[in-house]
């Protein structure tokens, strides 16, 4: 069968979770296109010459995207069969599987994605009495990603340093969380559990990205310390093997100080920069999200990195119903504090907690009350905060960066603008034309050209 899997946003990389199932596709029998609408136009030929679409929806930006792009599909091929599938496929059943006619495919969707593909083409298919999404969370193993059917990497993000640009190659050493961390939709897929990619294939997949120009590599995985003897092996690994490559990977707090012996030989491999999801200075709402660290930990850990000469870049989540103005003032002065005003894009200033379909966060007494009912085409239960400032806030502080970002705002002044429009609505003495911050030794830092957000 003829297969189209698109991709709409990953973060701005070359979209793993195309060239993952297109391979194991492939494997099966199938001939494969792949397309990515964040670097490439839509294109009805493709669409014309399938005989199945699946959509790669790793996130909640991907799946509103994926929205709108599927309905496009059932409008133009009303009989052509879609499937959603991806971390986020499970969510808006009522639009994905009622507007759209789509199946939905969570968890380790390898698998799932090829029976289903299967079942299209098989003589007397069986009727699906069950409309649920399915979630696969079986072990499995996996084909090494389809990478030439994917734009080259130049069409992506690159790594800043130095004063210089590097291409970027993405994987994912592992799937899955073995953490619960009440706003993030991991859990809810996975349940505490991770699946680990055979490290042969993650390895071979990096030959294949150094081989088209990558210099650095970035771990995907939803936390790389979750499986750490796996991890570590990969590492150690790849420095054998490619000396000249750097990476950065994403990890908790308390992996951070958890593994505080490791971070020498990890420094030593390459690594640059490590991302961590801070989300907030207010231990109180770091409780109620149960992440499993303290702000003092949070300060431990990006002192403990810096020791080994790599850079935290946190991301944060200012905005939630229990957020004041003065509590987004502390995580804007902790950034200032600690050194960080270059490691931290200015789009994270503005991020909004999201309670999808099946948030470990409903089970919270203290959040019904702010919320409003679910908007299928948002992906979330709207909320008010229990201050209204901060929800003006955080609508002005949006405008803002969306300025920011269109004018090319130098790091210094944007930080500068945001600290001043918060500490106004803080009640704070603040400069009604600030000028641009001293960054001084942030200048340099690594990081990637294209600020992420989920």
């Known amino acids: 069968m003829r297969v189209l899997l698109i991709s709409t946003y990953e973060l701005g990389h070359q979209p793993l979770h195309v060239a993952s199932p297109a391979a194991a596709l492939r494997r099966a029998g199938h001939e494969l296109r792949c397309l990515d609408l964040s670097v490439q136009p839509w294109d009805a030929g493709a669409l014309q010459w399938a005989q199945a679409v699946g959509f790669s929806v790793p996130m909640h930006t991907a799946m509103r995207l994926a929205l709108g792009a599927g309905r496009r599909v059932r409008r133009e091929h009303p009989g052509l069969p879609i499937c959603f599938y991806g971390l986020y496929a499970a969510v808006s059943r009522e639009l994905v599987a009622g507007e759209l006619g789509a199946a939905q495919v969570a968890g380790e969707y390898e698998p799932a994605l090829v029976a289903w593909v299967d079942g299209l083409v098989a003589p007397n298919p069986p009727a699906r009495t069950d409309d649920r999404p399915i979630v696969h969370l079986q072990r499995g193993t996996f084909e090494l990603p389809a990478r030439e059917l994917l734009p080259g990497l130049e069409r992506y993000a690159r790594l800043a340093v130095g004063g210089e640009e590097r291409l970027v190659g993405y994987v994912e050493a592992s799937h899955g969380c073995v953490h619960h961390c009440r706003h993030c939709p991991v ?3 996975y349940d505490g559990r991770i699946r680990v990619v ?3 294939t993650v390895l071979r997949d990096v030959e294949r990205l150094a081989g088209m120009g990558a210099r650095h590599i970035t771990f995907g995985d939803p936390d790389f310390l979750n499986g750490r003897r796996h ?3 990969i590492v150690r690994a790849l420095h054998d093997r490619f000396p000249q490559l750097t990476f950065d990977c994403t990890t908790k707090v308390e992996h951070v100080l958890e593994h505080a012996d490791g971070w020498a030989e990890m420094a030593a491999a390459g690594c640059l920069f490590v991302v961590c999801a801070l989300e907030s200075v207010n231990d109180e709402i770091l409780a109620r999200l149960e992440k499993g660290h303290t702000t003092t930990e949070a300060v431990c850990a990006i002192e403990l990195l810096r020791e080994h000469g790599i850079e935290t870049r946190p991301s944060f989540m200012p905005f939630t119903p229990w957020t004041t103005p003065r509590d987004v003032l502390e995580i804007v002065e902790f950034v200032a504090a600690h050194d960080l005003v270059a490691n931290v894009d200015p789009v994270q200033y503005t991020i909004r907690l999201l309670v999808p379909d099946g948030s470990l966060l409903l089970n919270r007494a203290d959040l019904r009350e702010h919320l409003g009912p679910y908007d299928a085409e948002r ?36 930080f500068a603008r945001i600290r001043a ?11 009604p034309e600030p000028q641009a911050i001293d960054i001084g030794s942030t200048e340099g830092r690594p990081r990637l050209t294209e600020p992420w957000f989920c």
């Open 198 to 200: 055979q490290a042969e």
């Open 231 to 233: 991890s570590v092996a």
């Open 421 to 431: 429009a918060v500490r106004e609505t803080a009640g704070e003495p603040h400069d």
């Open 379 to 414: 992906l979330s239960y709207p909320w008010r905060s229990a201050d209204r400032a901060a929800d003006q806030l955080q609508a002005r502080l949006s405008a803002m960066v969306a300025q920011s970002a269109a004018g090319h705002e130098p790091a210094g002044l944007a």
């Open 187 to 189: 859990p809810a897929v």
